[in-house]
Every structure is written in structure tokens, then in C-alpha cells.
């Protein structure tokens, strides 16, 4: 049974280009959140999303983050323009219906010089 | 403002001993906790929850302690091995708003 899967796992990109990080959550979670992680800030929720729909996006830092969840199994985070402040860890997280419980993909190590 | 903390960054411990890591947290409004193990180069997984209503909740080697009155939790890991040297965070939610808040993770060592 697959996990959450999450791609790339590796990003390096130059100041000013456009990210796209791409999530599928496991098959029948209803619930989709993404994280970054820094040294500075720990682990922090950017986004979620229920039945695909944006609950939450106060953690979005600004107007340079957005999300999309056009269907029950694919998401993306884009940043545009990218900033050497986003190199970070993205994660994507998905749970079902009745759970709490939330589920980790791998991450994606995004780097901008 | 640090809604869960976890005031130790690091734990060693012996082989075949407790490991004991704490988180503090300041929302009484937060009615179920998680503790995560993360590896390197991978991401959390989740290891074991209690919700507010109960005050201890147990899985094989791993139990979860909660003192709502405290606004306290612990995590006990009998006997310790090697392979659970990890960085655990826990992690709290309001059922309502169905968003973790993470602390900042202890980074477990267990040594042979």
C-alpha cells in the first residue's frame, strides 16, 4: 500500500525562478496538508485542504505561495518568484475522514541560490 | 508564541533502558496528542496518540502519559534500542480545526 508520494525529492533552482512541488496523498484520505520545515521555525503548516478544498492557508507565508488540489489525488505548492528564504523542507500530509492521524510523504529538500 | 514544547533538543540513553521525552503545552483547547518519530532524510511517522479523555494510552514498547491538569504529556520507550534513535516531535490539535502544532523535536540517541 503506497504512502503519501511527494516529487521531487530534491529541488535546486536559482533566485527568481518558478517551484512546483507535487503531492498524491494515499488513496481515500480526504485531508491534505503541507509543511515546511527550517531549522529556525521547526515544522510549520502552510495549507490544508479538505475534500479538496483550501481550509486554512494562514501559514502560506506570502503572495508568492500558492496551492491547488484540482482532484482527491494530486496537489502542488508553487513558489514564484523563489527566494534563498524558501530552501527548506517541504512536506506533504494526508488523513482519512474519522482519523487524526496524519500521514508523511518523504519530504522535498528544496534548495534557491 | 510556542504553543507545544519540547524543552529537551537531546536524549542519550543506554540500550535496555527507559527513554523518557517530554512535551509541554499552553492550549487547553487541544484535545488529542501525537507523538512522531522522523529519521533522516524521511518523513514523520506517526508512532503513538492519546486523546483528552483518557490519561495514558499504551502500544507494545511505546506509552503515552498525559497530564491534562499539567497540560503535560510524556512518551516511554521500554526497553530502548538502537534503531529508535530518531528526532521526535509531538504534536498536539483542536478536533475542531484539524491542524497539528508540532514542538520542536528531541532528538533521541540510543547507544549500545
Known amino acids: 500500500d503506497a504512502g503519501v508520494i511527494q516529487s521531487p525529492r530534491h529541488e535546486v533552482t536559482e533566485m527568481g525562478q518558478e517551484v512546483t512541488l507535487r503531492c498524491k496523498p494515499i488513496?481515500?484520505?480526504?485531508?491534505l496538508f503541507w509543511y515546511r520545515q527550517t531549522m529556525m521555525r521547526g515544522l510549520e503548516l502552510l495549507i490544508y485542504?479538505?475534500?479538496?478544498?483550501?481550509?486554512?492557508d494562514s501559514g502560506m507565508p506570502e503572495d508568492r505561495f500558492s496551492a491547488k488540489m484540482p482532484n482527491a489525488s494530486f496537489s502542488t505548492l508553487k513558489i514564484q518568484p523563489s527566494e534563498p528564504r524558501d530552501s527548506a523542507v517541504y512536506f506533504c500530509?494526508?488523513?482519512?475522514?474519522?482519523?487524526?492521524?496524519?500521514?508523511f510523504g518523504p519530504g522535498t529538500r528544496l534548495t534557491v541560490t | 508564541d510556542q504553543q507545544v514544547k519540547q524543552n529537551s533538543p537531546s536524549l542519550s540513553v543506554q540500550e535496555g533502558r527507559i527513554s523518557i521525552l517530554n512535551c509541554d503545552y499552553t492550549?487547553?483547547?487541544?484535545?488529542?496528542f501525537l507523538w512522531y518519530k522522523k529519521y533522516p532524510a524521511e518523513g514523520p511517522t506517526f508512532l503513538i496518540s492519546i486523546s483528552s479523555i483518557k490519561d495514558k494510552n499504551e502500544d507494545g514498547r511505546f506509552t503515552v502519559f498525559l497530564n491534562k491538569s499539567a497540560k503535560h504529556l510524556s512518551l516511554h520507550i521500554v526497553p530502548s534500542q538502537p534503531g529508535d534513535s530518531a528526532v521526535y516531535f509531538c504534536?498536539?490539535?483542536?478536533?475542531?480545526?484539524?491542524?497539528?502544532?508540532f514542538g520542536s523535536g528531541t532528538q533521541l540517541t540510543v547507544l549500545p
Open positions: 500530509a494526508s488523513s482519512g475522514k474519522y482519523s487524526y492521524e496524519q500521514y
Open positions: 485542504f479538505n475534500n479538496n478544498v483550501p481550509i486554512d
Open positions: 504534536a498536539a490539535e483542536s478536533g475542531s480545526a484539524r491542524q497539528l502544532t
Open positions: 488513496s481515500g484520505h480526504n485531508s
Open positions: 492550549n487547553s483547547m487541544f484535545d488529542y
